[in-house]
């Protein structure tokens, strides 16, 4: 019996061999690490105004939301949540899930008919990835960013439905989707365009209203728009925004929606809280723009190798797997939090430091910072 843990326990042999190994840490409420690592970009899990809504949804609801969206889990925070986030993207309809993950599972998953073709990037998160493959419609994955490949992969399946499906602001690099160009080659072969715009809410766009609105497509009728609620908002939970039918065609068949315990009722108010912040914080980001462009010219000026965002990702390349586990161990211990990513996490086999801005940090923490990753640097 104990055969299947041995076999096991080699595979994280090979694993801490090749510099893969991931490791737990509990991170305490008073923590004094300057974080580069989180993806709390506009600094407002913590605000007052947020707090104070979740407390105040706590107090009325209870801690959990007891039971999935269809059964006994829909609330007034979470319908007026759905009801703001349409409107500020620009869609007919939202609806919440539990994680921006099964928001895009549900979502990939939710535009397949027989037949579908889905045209993924190749840079694309993990969950858009093990959306396309759950779904088990065929799946063209397109090099990185590359119009003409999406192009090429959507003409030669004429007559077949078709998905493009994408980011808008990338994970990996931080480097923003030609989302117009991508709309168009969609259109143009009757696809549908799907985009997750996790990276970009709040960060880019009127308004901070995503990639996806500052791309002019915001309310189109064959865009659809996932995203998280944990990263410029701060909180937890996934939403889907898109035509109201499509909406509809979710809530009844959508198994990661239905099957699924709804979001705490207190998330969705403080994360409401934090959508009207975000909405009327154009100076955090004005100031989110300014570190990034410095994060940037700082590590150049050091020799090192960096993405040149357009959000709030910084990625600075690193020798190999190792080299950046250990990178981000020595930032660790001089009391900087950095994101080590590595293969498989990365698309391209380049090991990584992804830094996140943070505006919620100090500016005098977060250059000092900057001059710790670069002194730390293999």
């Known amino acids: 019996m104990s055969d299947w843990l041995a076999a096991l326990d080699r595979r994280a042999e090979l694993r801490a061999k090749a510099g893969l190994t991931r490791t737990l840490r509990p991170r305490a409420a008073a923590d004094d690490l300057v974080d580069l690592a989180g993806n709390d ?91 396309c493959r759950i779904s088990g419609a065929e799946t063209m994955v397109t090099p990185h960013a590359d119009v003409d490949a999406v192009r090429a992969a959507l003409a030669a399946a004429p007559g077949r439905p078709a998905v493009v499906v994408t980011e808008s602001v990338f994970s990996v690099d931080g480097d923003l989707a030609p989302l117009a160009e991508l709309h168009a080659v969609a259109r143009e072969h009757n696809a549908l365009l799907l985009v997750d715009d996790a990276h970009g809410l709040g960060v880019v766009g ?30 937890a939970g996934g939403v889907v925004a898109a035509p109201a039918e499509f909406v509809r065609h979710l809530v009844e068949t959508g198994r990661t929606f239905i099957f699924d315990t709804a979001p705490p009722p207190a998330v969705a108010a403080g994360v409401r809280a934090a959508m009207e912040l975000a909405w009327r914080g154009e100076q955090l980001r004005v100031e989110l723009g300014d570190r990034a462009a410095y994060a940037v010219r700082r590590l150049r000026a050091a020799g090192l190798t960096g993405s040149a965002p357009k959000g709030a990702v910084v990625s600075v390349t690193a020798p190999g797997p190792e080299a950046a586990t250990a990178w981000a161990a020595d930032c660790r211990d001089r009391g900087v939090a950095v994101g080590c990513f590595r293969p498989p996490s990365t698309p391209d086999s380049r090991s990584r430091l992804r830094l996140t801005i943070n505006v919620g940090v100090p500016r005098a923490d977060f250059e000092r910072a900057l001059e710790v990753i670069v002194e730390c640097a293999p």
């Open 206 to 235: 009127p308004g901070g209203a995503g990639g996806v609105t500052a791309a002019g497509l915001a309310g189109e009728p064959d865009v659809i728009v996932t995203a998280t609620l944990s990263k410029a908002l701060g909180g």
């Open 41 to 131: 970009y506009l600094g407002l899990s913590r605000h007052p105004m947020v707090t104070a809504a979740a407390t105040a949804a706590l107090d009325e609801y209870g801690l959990g939301a007891t039971g999935s969206r269809l059964v006994r889990g829909s609330t007034a925070p979470h319908h007026a949540l759905e009801e703001d986030l349409a409107g500020w993207l620009g869609a007919e309809r939202a609806l919440l899930f539990s994680s921006g993950y099964l928001a895009n599972v549900g979502a990939v998953r939710g535009l397949v008919r027989p037949r579908t073709l889905l045209v993924s990037d190749a840079h694309n998160h993990a969950s858009l990835i093990d959306g």
